[in-house]
């Protein structure tokens, strides 16, 4: 949970139910380096473990908030099967063909990565690609 | 002297035998290069090696736990399987050029690379530990062999090896019965055609022996039995002088091609007689990093006509008559030579088969491709020939493995420095050399 910045600074608004009313900020289609990635979602529910917080800013630098959760759900698990070292290194091949030398090496690799991969619209290579 | 019977009544007939070529692993056409990394590939040989190892330790050390290197406690025993990493002071490395020092390091020999500081690291993906004690010499390993070690994390923090396991020799399929044909697989390495010393005499001598147009019926027979010819590598020596210059004149055009030119008149010859291979070497107009392509069929417009003239890649494994034949043209030795040390250079052939590796060094110290998802170098099965070209002298040994593998390790000799070529018996795996001299006594 976020601390509670309204007890910090005295004389404030009162407590609202959203801190969209706090802030009042507009979501602006050309952001570059937009800070407040927190009014994404409403702070009522618990920060989950690896919330947009933590995202770098670079991922959401061409144009619009990324708003599709199960995108991101996806994303993220392919994330996890991108950094597990047990499927050997990650840059320099696609993710399927990544998933297929793990399973052609007999490491098991879950199948709802290559349904993730077969239903498209996520990424092809890993996060790292031509950026490291 | 009795006068030689130009019109013979008889007709010695060739041998013939089955061919089956066995090189898939080593073609790269089918992989596109994106970027990646020599990672992948030591990755690939980790995890297929330690595959097989896992299957070995049980019965190896059968009451220590197995685990990963980030999973080593201090203290307690356990076995853990790597891939080795070998620190060499002395190896040569681009960043020197860069150091402030400026400091010359004195390299007491040019040809190799070993230093009494150089000591032994084991990796594996989730990390890295140097190896104590005495058990392994680093004189013996290199970078990139995979092996299981017993012994336990010191609180020096390097890792004291009590026993050590080599993967060892793979399984062999049995030899073909003795069929009681005796028929021969002639090697021959280094022709260098186109170095001004050597002697096209004894290569003319050779072809003409083994085409049968030397000898007597005797001596024809004999030649009659040779059913196959594998050329490893280093065939052509084309004059790199001329492609240093500026500008090209069209005389030097002729000088560049004449090497290859007469390669493909030897090669006619040949291949109008019985199937030839020819495999590239580390001299040859090919690419630079294992495995070779074999070499274009344009630079042999004439042979290549031939249904018996085929082109192989470096490495080459082959089948005649179910006899499984393996070689390369000696790049892989030769690097062994410069980072490790042996009694002689069958030693180290019969290390790159222990160990399972055609060339453990590549991709470190010898140019390789960056395959992905194998490691082509890797020996399945074990061969029941096995040839290493471009030595500078004929050795062989009959090895023995720990499950009655039989394999005949070859060292074959440069031609235009030696004139000797080597015979392989297929029936019994017998080894004999041809040795040809044509000097002009003074």
Request: include cysteine; hydrophobic fraction near 35%.
């Amino acid at each position: 949970m976020l601390p509670d910045v309204r007890d910090r600074l005295p004389g404030m608004a009162p407590k609202s139910a959203s801190m969209k009313g706090f802030y009042r900020q507009k979501k602006s289609t050309k952001s570059t380096a937009s800070k407040n990635v927190s009014t994404k979602k409403s702070p009522n529910l618990p920060m989950p473990y690896d919330s947009d917080i933590t995202q770098p800013a670079a991922l959401i630098s061409h144009g619009s908030l990324d708003l599709k959760d199960s995108y991101k759900e996806d994303e993220q698990i392919l994330g996890r099967f991108d950094m597990n070292m047990a499927y050997g290194p990650c840059l320099g091949m696609s993710r399927q063909a990544r998933w297929e030398r793990a399973l052609k090496l007999g490491l098991n690799p879950p199948e709802e990565i290559e349904s993730i991969l077969k239903r498209g619209k996520v990424g092809s290579v890993c996060l790292w690609e031509g950026r490291v | 002297m009795a006068a030689m019977e130009i019109d013979s009544p008889t007709k010695i007939p060739r041998k013939q035998a089955a061919y089956r070529s066995l090189d898939e692993p080593f073609e790269i056409q089918k992989d596109i290069y994106r970027g990646q990394q020599y990672s992948q590939i030591y990755s690939a040989r980790l995890h297929l090696l330690r595959t097989l190892m896992h299957s070995l330790v049980p019965t190896w050390k059968p009451h220590f736990p197995v685990c990963n290197i980030l999973g080593l406690e201090e203290g307690s025993e356990c076995v853990v399987v790597g891939t080795l990493y070998k620190h060499m002071e002395l190896k040569p490395s681009v960043l020197d050029e860069y150091s402030k020092e400026r400091s010359v390091i004195p390299i007491a020999r040019p040809d190799n690379f070993m230093h009494e500081s150089d000591y032994l690291v084991l990796e594996d993906e989730s990390g890295r530990i140097k190896l104590g004690g005495s058990l392994l010499s680093p004189s013996v390993y290199v970078t990139g062999v995979v092996v299981a070690l017993l012994g336990r994390e010191t609180d020096a923090g390097d890792f004291h090896v009590e026993d050590a396991l080599e993967v060892g020799l793979p399984p062999q399929l049995e030899m073909p019965l003795k069929s009681g044909e005796d028929k021969y697989v002639v090697l021959i390495s280094g022709l260098h055609v186109g170095r001004a010393a050597s002697n096209p005499l004894e290569s003319q001598l050779l072809i003409d022996h083994i085409t049968g147009h030397l000898g007597d019926q005797q001596v024809q027979g004999m030649a009659a039995q040779i059913v196959h010819l594998v050329i490893a590598g280093n065939s052509v020596e084309i004059p790199r002088g001329i492609l240093n210059k500026q500008n090209l004149a069209s005389t030097d055009y002729s000088r560049l091609s004449e090497p290859i030119k007469e390669l493909d008149m030897m090669l006619t010859e040949i291949a109008a007689g019985l199937t030839l291979d020819i495999m590239p070497g580390s001299n040859d107009p090919t690419n630079f990093s294992l495995p070779q392509k074999p070499l274009n069929r344009c630079l042999f417009p004439s042979s290549a006509a031939y249904n018996t003239f085929r082109s192989c890649p470096n490495p080459h494994c082959f089948e005649i008559d179910g006899v499984k034949f393996l070689g390369t043209s000696g790049q892989n030795i030769h690097d062994l030579e410069k980072y490790s040390e042996a009694k002689d250079k069958l030693e180290f052939m019969e290390r790159t088969l222990k160990w399972r590796h055609l060339a453990p060094t590549a991709p470190n110290t010898l140019g390789c491709y960056p395959f992905t998802d194998r490691d082509p170098f890797l020996i399945e099965s074990c061969p029941h020939v096995y040839f290493v070209g471009n030595q500078d002298k004929y050795e062989t040994r009959l090895m023995k493995g720990s499950e009655g593998q039989l394999v005949r390790l070859i060292c074959v000799p440069k031609f235009c420095e030696t004139g000797v070529a080597v015979m392989v018996n297929t029936n019994n795996l017998e080894c004999r050399t041809l040795s040809f001299n044509a000097s002009f006594s003074s």
